[in-house]
Nanobody
Framework: QVQLQESGGGSVRAGGSLRLSCVVP????????FAWFRQAPGKEREGVAG???????TYAAPVMGRFTISHDTPGNTLYLQMNNLKPEDTAMYYC?????????????????????WGQGTQVTVSS
């Protein structure tokens, strides 16, 4: 089964920046959208940002204006630029994709719709 490959996590002070990357092995036209999710200890996984393969993106309210999602051409790498990081951004960050008929709708950052996942990369922000 295809698994996405995240990198770029680390530890930073509040106000700092990190850029997460996610390689999509074997990228093809069966992929419809991508997203970043995060999960902090004791909390549910939440959507952070999403992007369609043909453009258009969406952001969760807590990160709007600070995070930017993008993907390169020919689209086999997904990025999350995170600026002005806050301690509450501390979490394991996962990239995910909706691929083929097995995935759900790309209309919202609903983790259940995404059928391809990475193993995660840790982001820790200290005050």
């Amino acid at each position: 089964q295809v698994q996405l490959q995240e990198s770029g996590g680390g530890s930073v002070r509040a106000g700092g920046s990190l850029r997460l990357s996610c390689v999509v092995p074997g990228y093809d036209f069966s992929y419809r959208c991508f997203a970043w999710f995060r999960q902090a200890p004791g909390k549910e996984r939440e959507g952070v940002a999403g992007i369609y393969v043909n453009g258009g993106n969406t952001y969760a309210a807590p990160v709007m204006g600070r995070f930017t999602i993008s993907h390169d051409t020919p689209g086999n790498t997904l990025y999350l630029q995170m600026n002005n990081l806050k301690p509450e951004d501390t979490a394991m960050y996962y990239c995910a994709a909706v691929q083929g008929a097995g995935g759900g709708s790309c209309d919202s950052l609903n983790a259940r719709a995404f059928n391809v996942w990475g193993q995660g990369t840790q982001v820790t922000v200290s005050s």
